[in-house]
């Protein structure tokens, strides 16, 4: 059986930086099958928490510019409305990234209350196992403001790609740990909370034990370090704030 991964990244951060990222996604690989979901919220007075289930969950509903997520084995639901048009694009054959809600106005539901904020939301799909994918480092990242927003996505290494929207549509621009260079939309990252760092593989093990023993050590080897981060973009002669969420994996010699 070849390799096929759908991967839904859904996130929220209200105005005082608490926030929420859901995941969901199906898995099959050789006689492994499984579905699978995470949500990992975080506060700055109790710090990041993660609930993971082998239960899955369904895949986020579209109705029009909205996305509704029903998860009852997290305890949640949510609805992110997306403020900004949609991006796809193949970043390899067999890997397409679709940025289905570069920007949104989310209202999220969760044990805890109801969590209000912007958010953002896509998709991947990969038929090429990550293992053997031409990467040595991958830098992704979104931020939102109430007026605008920006996604990138650079992949380092041999087969190098970069991708920046800014409100939903392509532009060029630098990609820095602290800033996106893009002409006329500069956009200043501070230094930010750690959500979580360490390799992927003492991640995964929580919702697959026999994870060592099943893949390669290039996948569960990548160290991944993702931050939650005030940042700033100056566009329009104007200085928009917000929260960016960014991260930086890189993959094992």
Known sequence: MTFALRKWYLDCVAEDGALAIVYCAELRWRSLALRYASLLQFDDARGATVRSTLRGCPEPRADGRKLFLDAPALDLSGRWEALDPPASTTLLAGVQWDCVQPRSQVELNLPQGV????????????????????????????????????????????????????????SDGKITERAISVPGAPLRIEPGRVLRSGRIGETALSIIPDLASIFPGRIVGLEETKWRSAATMELQQARHDGFAIHEVVRWPK
């Open 115 to 170: 969590l209000r904020g912007l958010g953002y939301a896509e998709m991947l799909t990969l038929r090429v196992a990550p293992w053997s994918l031409p990467i040595d480092e991958l830098r992704w990242g979104r931020f939102a403001a109430k007026e605008h927003g920006a996604v990138w996505i650079e992949w380092r290494g041999p087969h190098p790609v970069r991708v920046v929207l800014i409100d939903g549509a392509a």
